[in-house]
């Protein structure tokens, strides 16, 4: 089937859905997950799974679906959780399977309730047959608004409705709305849209909703209309709707009979449509045809789920409205007007509180005296006055900080201040270091702190005249007294032991047991050592680095070797008493890459060959870290490990693990343990190595199980990362780790690191989140800190704020350079206060919400349940959006849901923070991904969660060839596919290339060098290097946005309706996922009733 053209309609209930050939019809509402990957961790950083293929159509069918489905769909066992369900307890996926669904007779005069028009007047309640159910009554929103104040809402100025439409869900699947059992299908709320002449103005389908700003009532300024934006595609004014940009018309699909019944609270009545609109409107939809309900003869996707239509039954009147996609928050829309907005003017930091662009713009800081939100970003930049205006609306106070962030080089980084053996001055009291808000007084001979009002005496060096205004006259003339960001030069006494430290050292440690040499990886390795140690980080212009470098190799024993410059040939040394590991030579293990390279090349060559006949197959592992810590305590230095590490370490020796993986524990209340560590070996490690200054970096190549919630520990509290490639094979992922080891080898790091958050009075910092070890409530120690990692901090009040002073942050970093300098890095930025939560919610930034948000339940599934976190996330989103609608927005329909303008994406967002493998894991997510992810997730910056959770899905042949820049996006849903096109997908740690089954011959031959689709090789992770424009320029983008990211994204090409499309989907957000994730449609009209619930 062309699927460029428009399809036919769907065929009447009795008929059988034809299948597409090469997968299974899991996600057109039949089961889902069996052509899932089998194969260990596909989705993150394993080899592509070879999924198998499921048979002909027409041979598994599942059963009639009030049974369960069979075992190979891969669900969780009976009496358990199929998937984590929403609400408290009594809502589940669709209607249980104890209540028998019931249908209206088909001559039920539907006709009797009009329809309501959409726009926000309440709609009038007429009476309603039989009483009305639950699924209908708590859902319909009569019309959605997104914004601050809300203009009464006019009468529709000639709306004419046209025929009914329903949206197709965004992969297909869509039984009952899918995971939340509250909207029948095909009738979600319409969405109002702009107020008041709505029906007076011509559809603009091609301009996505979009908020206009707003004043709000609490601040007594004038009203302003809350939205303009498209007409719904069920409102049409006679002719088919205007087509979108990628997509393709088709028929609706079809929709749950109405009246079907669920159980629940009774409400008003939904809007329907008259059963005597003839014909369908275009509807539009991507290229698989419509989504389609359950299909009769059709197993549903989920146990307990209806199958409707499987017997004939009466006559069905047309399916009610359902919500267009194109008529709700469109982050690609938020996304692209941000970039038309601020990406031309730079951000100026030298106003209080002003809310940045966001991290998905491109712009120029100039530091003003407010740290650059590339090194600080907060959920909101005007923090309530009370605690208990705080707890109202229910929005995490937390700033998302990134010390050594990189900045891009039209930026300057920050200025090093030297006040020789005096040190930086500091407040007497509370210990915060000068910066632009304090206040010099009397004539500039004292200061008052800014953050606890204490007077200081100015030391007699530091004096200055203030000018009339009250400032110093050098203000301009000192970086602390006029930039956001700067560094202080360390004096003795910020040193370990009163004494400044060494240069750092580096220690590579190479597992050489028999998987590690029968992949290839050992020689690989050694290889690329030598060319490496060229490139370890140095201070400004320094000529060569100040780090020292050592080699171990390890199985079951540990090989130490001495690289002296004065020796012919390297010397190894072997440790095998591993239970007390001790390092066996001192003077020439830690050695100067210049004077002793001959030896260390010498030294890569044999190792290869040395173990090339190796047949032992156990490894140890917590004395490979001792022994490092061991060396470096030692050598009297801080440093980092490297370690290259390929099984469960099962041999003989402290830190010894077991195999527990176990996917049972799955959605019960053990599943908690997957994620904790097996044994608190790792912990104390942890913490010997912090004291020491003792970074892991650790790079893993599992074939199989090897307990990632464990290995990771280290490198976790040592503020080191993980690095994972299964299922290694050279020729496959030789690129990506050698790309991803040169980038950690040459990145500048922070050694011996301590950070501590200072705030003014009245709030505190509480809570923090990354990859650090903290031994009191105050001070974040880091062993090591990359430009890569953040530190989350949460804030709450302790006492009452004040509006005109605002609230102050600083956050300082005493660390040792990669020259062995110690150093003190300051950042400060000042909030605004508000006493009206108008301005709180006008100030507030979703990506740094949402990073926020994820971090705090990925560390909740250490110590709870999975399905209490997601509830925990469901319920506080709810809270912040019901709060606005209660206390902001004007009063309307019950109907309507209301979003605040700067939160609108925010349960488009949470939605994927939900869907994620973290909370939610398909069939094929391994327990060490989910560790893997839960740990990489912990210390991401703003930019990196937003395209994890949000993928970017960028066409290749809809903009010009000649063109440089990156094409715009579009929304991550099936539907947005046009089977005629290419597009990249990327999320930061993963990269595909979507080929559509039409696309033009040309198109093919530039960019595989192959004259058909049907000879692109499905899987091809490299482009054949072509020279004509196409070619060049998909290259190039691939490798801007390798780039644009901190990890190497290995390309995988995917045809459609290949078995590997399957793995492709799972990143297309807004449609359903096959492990029971909501569809961004559902999620919206879920929010809506918990949002409803609690204003009732």
Not at 860 to 870: A, D, E, F, I, Y
Request: charged letters at 15%; hydrophobic letters at 35%; glycine letters at 8%.
């Amino acid at each position: 089937m062309n699927v460029n053209q428009s399809a036919p309609p769907l065929p009447p209930f009795g008929q059988s859905q034809p299948v597409y050939p090469g997968y299974h019809q899991s996600s057109y509402g039949g089961q889902p997950g069996s052509t899932a990957p089998t194969t260990p961790s596909g989705a993150y950083n394993g080899p592509v799974p070879g999924y198998q293929q499921t048979p002909p159509p027409g041979v598994s069918r599942a059963p009639p679906s009030s049974e369960a489905p069979p075992a190979s769909t891969a669900q969780a066992p009976c009496g358990q959780a199929a998937y984590g369900q929403f609400g408290q307890g009594d809502v589940q996926n669709g209607p249980s399977s104890t209540v028998q669904m019931q249908r209206f007779p088909g001559s039920q005069p539907f006709g009797s309730v009009p329809l309501a028009p959409v726009v926000s007047q309440p709609t009038v309640l007429q009476p309603y047959g039989p009483p009305p159910t639950s699924a209908q009554v708590t859902t319909q929103l009569a019309g959605m608004q997104i914004s601050g104040a809300v203009a009464p809402a006019l009468p529709p100025v000639g709306l004419g409705y046209g025929p009914p439409t329903s949206l197709a869900s965004a992969s297909g699947s869509f039984p009952n709305s899918g995971l939340y059992g509250s909207y029948p299908q095909g009738q979600a709320p319409p969405l109002s849209q702009a107020q008041g002449h709505l029906g007076a103005q011509p559809p603009q389908r091609s301009a996505p909703p979009q908020a206009s700003s707003f004043t709000s009532p609490a601040s007594g300024g004038p009203r302003m209309p809350s939205m303009t934006g498209p007409i719904l595609s069920g409102q049409g004014f006679g002719g088919p709707s205007l087509s979108q940009p990628n997509h393709v018309s088709s028929p609706p699909p079809q929709a749950l009979p109405p009246g079907t019944q669920m159980t629940g609270p009774p409400g008003p009545p939904p809007p329907m449509h008259s059963s005597q609109q003839p014909g369908y409107q275009l509807q539009q939809n991507g290229s698989f045809g419509p989504g389609r309900g359950p299909q009769p003869n059709y197993g549903s996707p989920y146990p307990g789920a209806p199958t409707f239509g499987s017997q004939p039954g009466p006559p069905q009147p047309l399916p009610p409205k359902r919500l267009d996609p194109d008529a709700i928050p469109s982050p690609i829309q938020v996304i692209e007007d941000d970039r038309n907005n601020r990406g031309s003017e730079p951000f100026v930091t030298g106003a209080r509180g002003q809310v940045p662009p966001l991290v998905t713009t491109n712009f120029l800081v100039k530091d003003q005296g407010n740290a650059s939100p590339r090194y600080i970003r907060c959920t909101s930049y005007n923090i309530p006055c009370t605690s208990d205006m705080a707890k109202q609306a229910q929005v995490p106070l937390a700033a998302v900080i990134k010390p050594l962030a990189r900045l891009p080089p039209e930026e300057a980084s920050p200025y090093v201040v030297d006040h020789g053996e005096s040190g930086p001055l500091r407040c007497n009291r509370c210990k915060a270091y000068m910066c632009p808000f304090m206040q010099f007084v009397e004539g500039g001979r004292r200061f008052q702190c800014c953050f606890c009002s204490c007077i200081n005496d100015v030391p007699p060096q530091y004096f200055q005249h203030l000018d009339h205004t009250g400032k110093r006259v050098d203000a301009y003339d000192r970086p602390e007294l006029s930039l956001g960001s700067y560094e202080f030069l360390a004096t003795v006494d910020y040193c370990k032991n009163n004494k400044f430290p060494s240069p750092p050292a580096f220690i590579f440690m190479i597992d050489v047991s028999y998987n590690a040499i029968r992949s290839g990886l050992v020689r690989l390795l050694c290889e690329e050592l030598k060319s490496l140690i060229d490139f370890l980080p140095r201070e400004g212009g320094a000529e060569e680095s100040a780090i020292r470098v050592g080699f171990v190799t390890y199985n079951k024993v540990l090989h130490f070797y001495n690289v002296k410059s004065s020796l012919a040939q390297p010397q190894m040394m072997v440790v095998s008493d591993v239970a007390d590991m001790f390092v066996p030579l001192l003077d020439g293990f830690l050695v100067n890459v210049s004077e002793s390279r001959a030896v260390i090349t010498s030294l890569l060559d044999q190792i290869p060959e040395m173990f090339a006949d190796t047949r032992e197959t156990e490894t140890v592992f917590a004395p490979v870290i001792q022994a490092g810590m061991e060396a470096l305590k030692a050598a009297e230095c801080a440093g980092k490990l490297f370690l290259f590490h390929t099984s469960l370490p099962i041999a003989e020796a402290p830190g010894k693990l077991k195999n527990r993986d176990d996917r049972k524990l799955i959605n019960t209340d053990k599943e908690k343990t997957l994620f904790q560590p097996q044994t608190g070996a790792y912990q104390t490690l942890a913490k010997e190595c912090v004291a020491q200054g003792c970074c892991v970096d650790l790079f893993l190549f599992p074939n199989q199980y090897v307990d990632v919630a464990t290995l990771s520990v280290v490198p976790q509290l040592t503020g080191g990362s993980v690095y994972k490639y299964a299922c290694f094979q050279v020729e496959n992922d030789q690129e990506r780790f050698l790309s991803d080891l040169r980038r950690d080898v040459q990145k500048v790091v922070g050694f011996d690191a301590v950070m501590r958050v200072r705030t003014s009075t009245g709030i505190r910092a509480v809570d923090f989140f990354g990859a650090f070890y903290m031994s009191n409530t105050t001070d974040v120690e880091l062993a090591g800190l990359d430009g890569d990692k953040t530190v989350t901090v949460e804030f709450k009040h302790d006492d009452r704020l004040n509006e005109e002073s605002g609230a102050l942050l600083q956050c300082a970093l005493l660390y040792t350079s990669c020259a062995g300098q110690r150093r003190l890095r300051i950042h400060n930025l000042a909030l605004n206060c508000c006493t009206q939560l108008a301005d709180l919610y006008r100030n507030c930034e979703t990506d740094t919400l949402i990073n926020y948000m994820a971090k705090f339940a990925y560390r909740g599934v250490l110590n709870s349940p999975v399905k209490t976190v997601r509830d925990t996330l469901i319920t506080q989103c709810a809270q912040i959006l019901a709060c606005y609608r209660k206390n902001c927005a004007s009063p309307s329909s019950a109907g309507q849901l209301i979003l605040p303008e700067c939160m609108k994406l925010l349960p488009v967002y949470l939605n994927c923070v939900l869907k994620s493998d973290v909370l939610q894991p398909g069939a094929e997510v391994t327990t060490d991904d989910r560790a893997y992810v839960r740990q990489l997730v912990t210390s991401m910056d703003v930019a990196e969660t937003n395209v994890f959770f949000y993928p970017r899905l960028l066409p290749l042949t809809k903009s010009p060839i000649e063109s440089a820049t990156e094409p715009p996006a579009v929304r991550a849903s099936e539907e947005r596919l046009s089977n005629g096109d290419i597009y990249l997908l990327e999320n930061g740690l993963n990269l595909f290339l979507w080929v559509g089954a039409s696309v033009q011959q040309g198109v093919v031959q530039s960019l595989f060098s192959v004259s058909s689709f049907s000879q692109i090789t499905s899987g091809l992770s490299v482009l054949p290097v072509l020279d004509n424009p196409l070619s060049k320029k998909v290259r190039g983008l691939i490798d801007s946005l390798r780039a644009q990211r901190s990890r190497y994204m290995k390309l995988i090409v995917v045809k459609q309706e290949d078995k590997l499309e399957m793995l492709f989907k799972h990143f297309l957000v807004e449609d359903k996922s096959l492990s029971g994730g909501a569809s961004y449609v559902d999620f919206l009209c879920h929010m809506h009733k918990e949002i409803r619930q609690l204003l009732s």
